[in-house]
């Protein structure tokens, strides 16, 4: 059986964080800096969110694949 391990981290790829960050940054020209500050904020917290909810839907699924595997 291979062994798969599935890890979201946000550090993992710091440059495509920065990339995202300049990409939302252009979509929201015209916003002020306290809007465009809000906004991001906003959009890292509901991404550290997903990744964390991901991760956890992820142990469990590897948790329940080895229960499965040990029991068959």
């Keep these: 059986m291979k062994n798969t391990s599935f890890v979201v ?3 993992t790829l ?3 964080s920065l990339q995202t960050q300049q990409h939302i940054l252009e979509q ?3 916003f ?3 809007e ?3 906004l991001l904020a906003v959009f890292w917290s509901l991404r550290t969110e997903v990744a964390q ?3 956890q839907c992820l142990s469990k699924a590897q ?5 499965g595997v ?3």
């Excluded at 948790?63 to 229960?67: I, L, Q, T, Y």
């Design 9 to 11: 981290n946000e550090t």
């Design 14 to 16: 710091p440059s495509a």
């Design 28 to 30: 929201l020209d015209g």
């Design 32 to 34: 002020s800096d306290i």
């Design 36 to 38: 465009k500050s809000s």
């Design 53 to 55: 909810q991901t991760q």
């Design 63 to 67: 948790a329940s694949a080895a229960r």
């Design 70 to 72: 040990l029991s068959s």
